[in-house]
């Protein structure tokens, strides 16, 4: 393994998936890992970009055959990373990235040593003002919403196992996208440099 994988972890509404499609365009050589879920996708989501969308059935294929290397179940679906997105590209010298849930970052922690890895937690403030970007992204029952609380609870115990903490609060995007860009960019210029 001469690569580094990146784990970029948040509650829902941090602001998570709009810093990593800020990464995507302003940091080219990154590898970006597909995981798989079983949840439908979302307006904006396309197939085989951040998600392979597959079926129930599909997703207990892979848990069978040894596919993933973690997965998890949250708000009724499941989401699992593929051994062959993770450990392929490390072992090729590639920085990846890959945005998972504490579950995950738990797993992987004990299968990726910590000289190869960074855990980046993105702090988006106070319950609250999640809560408000949440039901302003997309309509969602007040059931699921609860789930996100609980889950947001959970969620920033987390930001102990993190390496770096990134903060989104409103009105703060750019100097979030500055300051994560920026970690990432050390990291490839290192790992590179090796």
Known sequence: MTGHLILVMAPSGSGKSLLVTHLREAVPELYFAISCTTRDPR????????YYF???EAFDEKIKTGA????AEFGGSRYGTLVAEIVDPLGEGKVVLREVELQGVLAIRQIVPAIHRTVIYIDGGPWELLEKRILRRAPISAEHVALRKERYIEESKSKAFADVIIENVEGHLDDAKRDLQT????IVVRVGGR
Do not use: M, Q
Not at 68 to 71: A, C, H, K, T, V
Not at 183 to 186: H, L, R, W
């Open 54 to 56: 597959i079926t129930e």
């Open 183 to 186: 970690c990432v960019e050390s």
């Open 68 to 71: 993933f290397l973690e997965w």
């Open 43 to 50: 307006p904006h989501e396309k197939e085989g970009e951040t």
